[in-house]
């Protein structure tokens, strides 16, 4: 079954770089859109960013100035690095994909990196 | 930014009985470009990733079950489960991606009775 593999650091400290990647496996799948979500503690879901397979990204405002995604769709994976880290950015991070050429779509998420952030 | 939000915040089901959840966003979801209306429904079960469940409106995505439907227009929209089965306990999200930044809802927790 396809899936996003994730890896990298998750115990970080503030002013600290973040940096994530995830990777297809267990099969072919072709992302159109490769999007990066994070959860805090107990609550919601939120989006950090998205980048196309052509390399157009787009990041929420209330964390653009410190958010670079990356992809790599000859490899099926994809980066996230978040610059000068506080206790606020402690979450559980996820990357997901989409792949919209095929009807019906098919979404595959990773299976999250909890990241904290404390000195 | 556009404001989603979702009611109930909580459902409690009886397994077999129907369920709906309510969304609604702060600004129209249909894009007069192209004439879809784009809204998706995520289901995350407990200690699981989110998984896809019915995007741009109505459809479900790749394996998901047909008791599983979405509908609604403009700002108002509703997710469907025919009979709510076990498996279904989680906490729902809708999600606009009309325009950027996108968005969620805050979450229904449906829990069985």
């Known amino acids: 079954q396809v899936q996003l593999q994730q890896w990298g650091a998750g115990l970080l400290k503030p002013s600290e770089t973040l940096s994530l990647a995830c990777g297809v496996s267990g099969g072919s799948f072709s992302g159109y859109y490769w999007s990066w979500i994070r959860q805090p503690p107990g609550k919601g879901l939120e989006w950090i960013g998205e980048?196309?397979?052509?390399?157009?990204?787009n990041y929420n405002p209330s964390l653009k100035s410190r958010v670079i995604i990356s992809v790599d769709t000859s490899k099926g994976q994809s980066s996230l690095k978040v610059t000068s880290l506080t206790a606020a950015d402690t979450a559980v991070y996820y990357c997901?994909?989409?792949?919209?050429?095929?009807?019906?779509?098919?979404?595959?998420w990773g299976q999250g990196t909890t990241v904290i952030v404390s000195s | 930014e556009i404001v989603m939000t979702q009611t109930p915040l909580s459902l409690p089901v009886t397994p077999g009985e129907p369920a709906s959840i309510s969304c609604r966003s702060s600004?129209?979801?249909?894009?007069?470009?192209?004439?879809?209306?784009?809204l998706d429904w995520y289901l995350q079960k407990p200690g699981q990733s989110a998984q896809l469940l019915i995007y741009t409106l109505s459809y479900r995505a790749s394996g998901v079950p047909d008791r599983f439907s979405g509908s609604g227009s403009g700002t108002d929209f509703t997710l469907k489960i025919s009979r709510v089965e076990a498996e279904d306990v989680g906490v729902y999200y809708c999600?606009?991606?009309?325009?950027?930044?996108?968005?969620f809802g805050p979450g229904t927790r449906l829990e069985i009775k």
């Open positions: 999600m606009q991606r009309l325009e950027w930044p996108i968005t």
């Open positions: 997901a994909s989409r792949d919209i050429a095929v009807v019906p779509a098919k979404e595959v």
């Open positions: 600004r129209s979801l249909l894009d007069s470009d192209d004439g879809n209306t784009y």
């Open positions: 980048i196309n397979h052509s390399g157009g990204a």
